[in-house]
């Protein structure tokens, strides 16, 4: 059987497969990450479909995952930060409010004729802040959505989740087990 190709370079997608006993090995994609939707469940899925579909092209004899995710509240969908700036105003925009984190999966497996995609959801409340400590965040997190990370143990801005965890780390696991399952990949 080959070996899954997880197309992103995101350690925590990484850590999470190999927490599931699931064999990968890591080709990322090199996409343009902008959605032509406005919809985040629309965004995280098409932005994954395509992280997959361009690794998949180079490698259509491998099943291939792609994964994106975005922070969506008051009416914005939020993705990375491109410096201490942006991440500042985001932390802003976030600070105190409940948010949706959406993560889309897609498995692209051309040889198999596989193509399956689909989003889950997470809301998340973030704690009120003061000034100081959204300046100090503002400097650690630009590599993900909404510039905060739940799985470090030193950032402490989500205080309250209703939904998967692994969906706001940025790989829902039910969705890659279910895609693995009905694409027979072992």
């Given at each position: 059987?080959?070996?899954?190709?997880?197309?992103?370079?995101s350690?925590?997608?990484?850590e999470?497969?190999?927490?599931a006993g699931?064999r990968?090995?890591?080709v990322?994609?090199?996409?343009?990450?902008?959605?032509?939707?406005?919809r985040?469940?629309?965004?995280?899925?098409?932005?994954?479909?395509?992280?997959a579909?361009?690794?998949?092209l180079?490698?259509?004899?491998?099943?291939?995952?792609?994964?994106?995710?975005v922070v969506?509240?008051?009416?914005?969908?939020?993705g990375?930060?491109?410096?201490?700036?942006?991440a500042?105003?985001?932390?802003?925009?976030?600070?105190?409010?409940?948010?949706?984190?959406?993560?889309?999966?897609?498995l692209?497996w051309?040889?198999?004729g596989?193509?399956?995609?689909g989003?889950?959801?997470t809301?998340?409340?973030?704690?009120?802040?003061?000034?100081?400590?959204?300046k100090?965040?503002?400097?650690?997190?630009h590599?993900?959505?909404?510039?905060?990370?739940?799985?470090d143990?030193?950032?402490?801005?989500?205080?309250?989740?209703e939904?998967?965890?692994?969906?706001?780390?940025?790989?829902?696991?039910n969705?890659?087990?279910?895609?693995?399952?009905?694409?027979?990949?072992?």
């Open positions: 059987m080959k070996t899954l190709i997880l197309a992103s370079k350690p925590r997608r990484r999470l497969l190999a927490e699931i990968h090995r890591v990322p994609s090199r996409i343009d990450e902008t959605s032509s939707y406005r985040p469940d629309l965004v995280v899925r098409e932005l994954a479909y395509k992280k579909l361009s690794v998949a180079k490698h259509p004899g491998s099943p291939v995952l792609g994964s994106d995710t969506y509240c008051k009416g914005e969908v939020i990375k930060p491109d410096g201490h700036r942006h500042l105003r985001l932390l802003r925009l976030l600070n105190g409010s409940w948010q949706a984190v959406h993560t889309g999966v897609a692209v051309l040889e198999k596989v193509f399956l995609a989003s889950d959801v809301r998340c409340k973030a704690r009120r802040l003061p000034e100081t400590e959204l100090a965040l503002a400097s650690k997190h590599d993900k959505a909404g510039a905060y990370a739940v799985q143990k030193d950032d402490k801005f989500i205080e309250r989740m939904g998967r965890y692994d969906t706001v780390v940025g790989l829902s696991m969705l890659v087990r279910r895609f693995l399952k009905k694409a027979k990949v072992n």
